[in-house]
């Protein structure tokens, strides 16, 4: 099983991020606090133990922007 996943995105200037993953039924099952971004590639590292097999959606709140990217775990 993959129990952690590595979520990597650019940023154009130093921000404020917000990480939340979502179940396949809407529901947040997953968040982190804001957290400050640095300009350029950042990643961040989340884990998915506690959580069953199945498809999640990450995602990332930046300056009131929302981007969001599929993951499976196993």
């Known amino acids: 099983a993959n129990d952690k996943a590595t979520i990597t ?3 154009n200037i130093a921000s404020e ?6 179940d396949e039924l809407g ?20 884990d998915l133990t506690n959580l069953k097999s199945g498809i999640y959606f990450v ?3 930046v300056e009131g922007r929302q981007f969001t ?3 499976i775990k196993k």
């Open 27 to 46: 529901r947040k099952v997953k968040s982190t606090d804001f957290y400050n971004g640095i300009q350029g590639v950042n990643s961040v590292q989340l």
């Open 17 to 22: 991020v917000k990480i939340n993953v979502i």
């Open 59 to 61: 995602n990332l709140s």
């Open 9 to 11: 995105y650019k940023l």
């Open 69 to 71: 990217k599929q993951i």
